[in-house]
């Protein structure tokens, strides 16, 4: 759900998020209009303050019929600051919407000069509210503009909401020291819940305005729905003469009626007079008084305008409530309401709008650039074909399980291809010997899985090879292994696949050429012999080869949280880590590299399991603190020990293939012990999501008084009947069950009957002891073939460490 969620926010983002950067630009422009056209129109709406009295409303109007005799003034606004002109509005001409405003000297009624600028933010205005589009069609398009923009502020509300949702820090805060995508992310994450009130504002009240069945519902709830106006009555065509030879009304007297409103509003800052077409028809005055809470808090007053007589008084603070809350919509939505300190937050938050859309589009770009770039990768390889007659291909062939061996073998392919060099890249996963011997060089990229085992994906590959009979004397070729020096059988992969090779007749161009988490002069080296083996070219050597990802790839995320699981325990402290960052997403069995300390390090990052899903709104590790000679571990010390809450963590996410989940109607045994609890535990919280209730856990760990890890859930798992076989061992106690292979050569029977069902084998947890021993005991359960078939149909999955 999460993920659609994510796919609708940016679809929305990327096309009317567009458009809604022209309506943030020019909402931003209308902000402080008033106040860019006074400084642009010094002595037009304010004159210099003289000692005189200011003129009445029927001087003004007899000046501006002066002025335009063919024009009828249709209203006169008075304000009562001192040196404030009189604004007297003007009936438009034929055919137009709008008519002519003139600003009149308050002392003298003399004509002031027209207003600049105010034509280019009327055009602003008509692009802002309706895309300069004909007023109806213009109004519907920004309404829907306003609904996207709602749809874009609560679908981004909910990709980033955080498990602790009281800590300001997350919601508000974000490392400006971040880089790349990670800081786009932050800020665009992070500015969205700044303004996103701000947002719901604009949203809500563009919407009111723009589509009028929804603006009478909500006039209906406030009560201020207006009842309809009947039609007038048809009047019979009079004679021409008659009409041409009809008087002209006279232009009612404001006199008498402006003396009633200046009796009965004491205090009044604005009038905003409608003189009436007729001199028998009331005159009405709306009026804002000085103490008003907002310029739209506005009274009412209907006055004879030959008597004077008051014929209605509506007070602002008497109106029903629904009528007041009205009135309140258009100073939101400008920021007057709270005077300039609103204007201000309105104008960043417009102004945040295309900001928005800049960073969306940046993101979205380089997400495109990526996907394009590593489609292109390999797309510009033919995979597993074989060589064209005349031609003499090189093979690229790579063993990955985490996808370091495969991006080494990409950028090799690369460097060759760009010499000129024709080149087949391809995974073990799909070769076969027969399929190897129709080439004449080969080079393989071999990464080792646990103590010198082929990787999950290889191990076909391997069993193929050790039993194959075909010759290989006329096949060259050269491996690069990688390893890491903290086990035993450093690069063991590599080595057995160059030894079985040249037991077949395959002549090594080189030695092995080992690479230890990394090492980039290793990986010089293998430039330099790519090099050679091609005849010295000199454009190979002039591409880098790296095993690491590029910095791009990690996000930042915070230490939210660190929890001791086994408190007690005669072995290392336990710890749930718990971070919280930007929006992303994994499977099951997924894996994250984490830079110890600060994102510069010079370390090499360490990886760990991930312990939970995106539904959970957190990444969740569980990370045994190491200790050594030296101290504490440099990653489980930092993360268990040293670092604050609050803390960046510079975090990458590494899918791992070979331990996705399987089918959610097959049957699952999930096997682990220690801190393998991780990736078992994101396994079978996305089976309890899906309903599948065919598991089986067994677990192991010391002492069950101190080391019953995630006790309560799996307990709750067990009593909903999501975990209906459940072996829990703790090899210290005396009735504990001795360890996990012991436990399942107990249960063989009940083993075998789960494969025979369809069932697949998650294993999680440390090489040495455990999984070692539980590949054992598998073996003599199931018979070493049938486990090797296991593997190769995905059904027998590891992450051993």
């Known amino acids: 759900m999460k993920k659609l969620w994510f796919q609708l926010h940016w679809f929305v983002g990327i096309t009317a998020g567009t458009v809604l950067m022209v309506i943030g630009l020019t909402g931003a422009i209308l902000a402080f209009r008033e106040q860019i ?60 919407r709008k008519g002519e405003t003139i600003y009149l000297d308050p002392y003298t009624a003399a004509p002031l000069p027209a207003l600049r600028g105010d034509e280019f933010f009327e055009w602003v205005e ?47 805060t974000f490392d400006p020291r971040m880089k790349g995508r990670s800081f786009l992310w932050g800020l665009h994450s992070v500015a969205g819940t700044w303004v996103m009130l701000v947002f719901l504002v604009f949203t809500l009240s ?82 804002v008084a000085s103490d008003a809470p907002h310029l739209r808090a506005r009274s ?34 400008l920021g007057t309401y709270y005077g300039i300190a609103g204007q201000i937050i309105v104008f960043i938050a417009a102004l945040a709008l295309p900001g928005f859309g800049i960073t969306g589009w940046m993101l979205y770009l380089k997400r495109r650039r990526q996907k ?20 003499e291909p090189v093979l690229m062939a790579y063993a990955s399980q985490t996808g370091q061996a495969e991006r080494v073998a990409l950028q090799s392919a690369a460097a060759l291809q760009k010499a000129g060099v024709a080149v087949h890249v391809q995974s073990l996963e799909e070769l076969t010997p027969p399929l190897l011997g129709q080439y004449r060089r080969a080079l393989f990229v071999a990464s080792s899985f646990g103590e010198g085992e082929p990787p999950d994906s290889a191990r076909r590959f391997s069993r193929l090879l050790q039993s194959a009979r075909e010759e290989f004397q006329h096949l060259q070729y050269a491996v690069l292994a990688l390893g890491d020096r903290n086990y035993s059988q450093f690069c063991g992969f590599g080595h057995t696949l160059d030894r079985r090779l040249a037991y077949m007749g395959a002549r090594p161009l080189q030695p092995v050429i080992e690479v230890d988490n990394g090492d980039a002069g290793a990986l010089a080296r293998w430039g330099n012999a790519l090099r050679g083996l091609m005849g010295g070219m000199a454009d190979v050597a002039d591409v880098a080869l790296n095993a690491a990802a590029a910095d791009s790839e990690y996000a930042s995320w915070q230490l939210a949280g660190r929890k001791l699981l086994n408190p007690g325990s005669v072995g290392l402290p336990l710890y749930e880590i718990t971070l919280t960052g930007v929006s992303a997403d994994w499977r099951p069995g997924a894996l994250v590299d984490i830079w110890p300390g600060h994102y510069d390090s010079d370390a090499a990052p360490r990886r760990y399991s991930l312990a ?66 991780a990736g078992l535990r994101a396994h079978l919280r996305a089976r309890m999501q899906q309903g599948a209730q065919r598991n089986w856990l067994i677990f192991g760990e010391r002492q069950r008084e101190h080391d019953a890890v995630c006790a309560d859930e799996i307990r709750a798992w067990h009593a909903h009947g999501y975990l209906p076989e459940l072996d829990l061992v703790y090899s210290r106690d ?63 999955r590891r992450d051993v460490y």
Request: aromatic share 8%; charged share 20%; glycine share 10%.
């Open 612 to 677: 939970s899903l995106p539904q959970d709104g957190v990444m969740q590790l569980i990370v045994r603190q190491v200790r050594c000679e030296r101290g504490l571990g440099l990653a489980s010390g930092w993360l268990t020990a040293r670092a604050a809450i609050g803390d960046e963590v510079r975090v990458r996410l590494v899918a791992n293939p070979a331990f996705d989940a399987g089918p959610a109607d097959a049957p699952a045994i999930y096997i682990g012990n220690g801190s393998g609890i």
């Open 126 to 172: 008509q692009l802002h509210r309706f895309l300069l589009m004909p007023r109806d069609q213009g109004k519907m398009f920004t309404g829907v503009l306003a609904f996207c923009l709602l749809g874009l502020t609560l679908t981004g509300l909910y990709l980033r909401w955080p498990r602790r949702l009281w800590d300001w820090r997350t919601w508000l």
């Open 372 to 391: 394009r770039s590593a489609r292109a990768e390999r797309a510009q390889f033919t995979a597993g074909a074989p060589p064209a007659a005349g031609a």
């Open 206 to 287: 563009g919407v009111y305005w723009a589509f009028d069945p929804i603006r009478d519902m909500a006039d209906g709830w406030m009560g201020t729905l207006r009842p309809p106006r009947a039609a007038a009555p048809a009047k019979p065509n009079a004679p021409k003469a008659a009409r041409a030879d009809r008087p002209k009304d006279e232009p009612a007297d404001l006199t008498a009626a402006w003396d009633t409103f200046r009796k009965n509003a004491p205090g009044w800052h604005m009038a905003f007079l409608r003189p009436p077409e007729k001199a028998r028809q009331p005159m009405q005055i709306l009026w």
């Open 37 to 96: 056209l006074d400084a642009l129109n010094p002595g037009v709406r304010n004159v210099a303050v003289q000692d005189a009295p200011v003129l009445s409303p029927q001087q003004f109007a007899v000046a501006a019929r002066a002025l335009k005799p063919e024009a009828r003034v249709t209203s006169i606004i008075l304000y009562d600051t001192p040196g404030a002109s009189a604004r007297v509005g003007l009936a438009p001409p034929p055919g137009q």
């Open 734 to 796: 005396a009735d504990g069950g001795g360890y996990v292979q012991d436990r399942m050569r107990d249960r063989s029977d009940a083993i075998r009957g789960w494969i025979a069902g369809g069932a697949v084998i998650y294993v999680c947890g440390s090489l040495q002891g455990m999984a070692g021993g539980v590949d054992d005991a598998l073996a003599a359960i199931l018979g070493r073939e049938q486990l090797a078939q296991l593997a190769e149909a995905g059904r027998y």
């Open 300 to 333: 009412s007053m209907s006055i004879d305008p030959q008597s004077g007589e008051l014929l209605k008084h509506e007070l602002y603070a008497d109106k029903p409530l629904g009528a007041r809350f009205q009135s309140v919509i258009y100073p939101l939505h």
